[in-house]
């Protein structure tokens, strides 16, 4: 304490003097023991030293953090401060985690509704079960009508056997998912693609377990990826402006896989055997 004491009055001998000492008012600290009635230690300075010590302290704990801060590990707390490959890192695994929580509750409905088939609750014929999970999935802020919701319904039972009327002996058992679910469907004049009109950014994911093919970058800048699926099935994923997978990986059935560009548009293909199918008879959008 008296190193303490002769340091803040070295300091306080470098500044202005504050005039004739008669004029100076002192302030004192004392640290007293009550149990022998004695003065431990004793602190006396002017107004110019308090404030000359509020300074020193502020300047050491802005030191300190600085320190802390720069080369500590907290650095990658501050914005804009993690290197690329940790950011992409974390982007990945968010957008895993998300694409694994759309699986499970893919799958819980699927339960849900085997469970319900099973106690007679609902009739196995029903089409409810084509696309609820789906359904339950897509972001909105407005809730939908009644109309909509019937149109909905409508639309599910139209689409509920075409796997098993239209499509060929291979796609028997395959549910093919919506690879932008919510977007609107716009076939193509020879049937060949269908172009899928969404919101901004508008997720797009793989329609079926597969693996990924190919994942390159058009003259547009625009990502296409293309995915083998079983039973010699091939799907393209044209004019994303964000691919969330790499060559080899093996997306599971409603992975997200990418983003359409700023209009919202996807162009998507399906493919067997070499020959270029109709989406429509196959995915219900």
Partial sequence: MKAFSRTIR????????????????????DYVNEAAYSCVWSLRF???????????A???????????????PLRRLLPGALDHNTRARYIENTLRIDSLTRVMRINERY???????????????SARMAHTAATELTDTLVAASDAERAFVQNFENSQRYNLSVL?????????????APGAEAIPSA?????????????????IYRGTVITAYIDARGLYTIVMQHPNEF??????????YTT???????????GAAGADGTLHFELWHKGNALNPEDYVAF
């Fill in 247 to 257: 060559r080899g990986a093996t997306p599971l059935t409603g992975s997200r896989i």
């Fill in 10 to 29: 070295h300091l306080s001998s470098l500044l202005p003097p504050d005039g004739h000492d008669r004029s100076i008012r002192y302030r004192r600290l």
């Fill in 190 to 206: 020879d049937g060949h693609y269908v172009e899928l009109k969404g919101s901004r950014g508008q997720g797009v994911d793989a």
């Fill in 46 to 56: 002017t107004r110019r030293q308090a404030v000359l010590l509020a300074v020193l």
């Fill in 58 to 72: 502020v300047s050491a704990m802005a030191a300190l953090i600085y320190v802390v801060m720069a080369f500590t």
């Fill in 167 to 179: 499509a060929p002996i291979a796609a028997e058992g395959m549910a093919f998912y919506s690879p």
């Fill in 234 to 243: 091939i799907s393209v994923y044209g004019g994303l402006a964000e691919c």
């Fill in 111 to 125: 339960l849900s509704d085997v469970e319900a088939i099973i106690s007679g609750r609902i009739d196995p014929d």
